[in-house]
């Protein structure tokens, strides 16, 4: 009996066709998508950081100049902070540390000299991921030279915060920041 030679059949071509049809297809699917969702435009991030840079000396010179003018301190019971400038702020700067429930929270503004008028001041509780919260201020000269603000009594979640405390400053409003947490007592 004679065997015959069957040929076999060689299936490479037909692999790598496939391949290069799937590469192909992912490739016009990925330019569809990247047409249809192009990102947004990010000229106001970019704007809002290049005022930032282009006017960071005349922000430190308003806030030393306040410091020449003003004693600011926040505080509880328990601790008195001086708020910092945001562009000082680092990992080292103390925490307020507030309570889960009844924060009464202090903001003492004291004159350097007698004839300053005291500027105006609002305090924002920031939090990441969630909206500010504006907290009011009762404000009241004890004497001359001394302005002690009272903020209502409050109640947040544990977590780390930020108290963003605006001034109106000659004609320019300045923030201070001052990190807080809060735990349980």
Same mark, same amino acid.
């Given at each position: ?16 066709? =496939? ?27 970019l ?5 930032t ?5 005349t ?6 100049a +306040? ?17 910092? +400038?945001?562009?000082?702020?680092? @990992? ?26 005291f500027?105006?001041? =609002?305090?924002?509780?920031l939090?990441l991921?969630?909206?500010?919260k ?18 209502p ?15 109106? +400053? ?5 923030s201070?920041? @001052?990190?807080?947490y809060?735990?349980k007592?």
């Amino acid at each position: 009996m004679k065997t015959r030679n069957k040929k076999e059949k060689n299936y490479w071509p037909l692999g790598i066709l =496939s391949v290069l049809l799937v590469g192909l297809s992912l490739v016009v699917a990925l330019v569809v998508v990247a047409i249809k969702y192009t990102p947004q435009s990010d000229t106001t991030y970019l704007h809002q950081h290049t005022y930032t840079d282009s006017h960071i000396n005349t922000m430190l010179q308003s806030y030393h100049a +306040f410091l020449q003018d003003y004693d600011v301190k926040i505080g509880n019971a328990d601790q008195q902070l001086i708020p910092t +400038f945001p562009y000082y702020l680092n @990992q080292n700067t103390p925490l307020l540390w507030l309570t889960l429930e009844d924060n009464r929270i202090d903001l003492w503004v004291q004159k350097r000299q007698k004839d300053m008028v005291f500027p105006e001041f =609002s305090v924002t509780l920031l939090r990441l991921k969630t909206p500010p919260k504006a907290l009011q201020l009762n404000c009241k000269q004890t004497d001359r030279q001394l302005l002690t603000c009272h903020l209502p009594a409050f109640s947040i979640p544990e977590g780390r915060y930020q108290l963003l405390i605006s001034v109106k +400053f000659k004609d320019t409003t300045l923030s201070l920041i @001052q990190p807080a947490y809060a735990r349980k007592p």
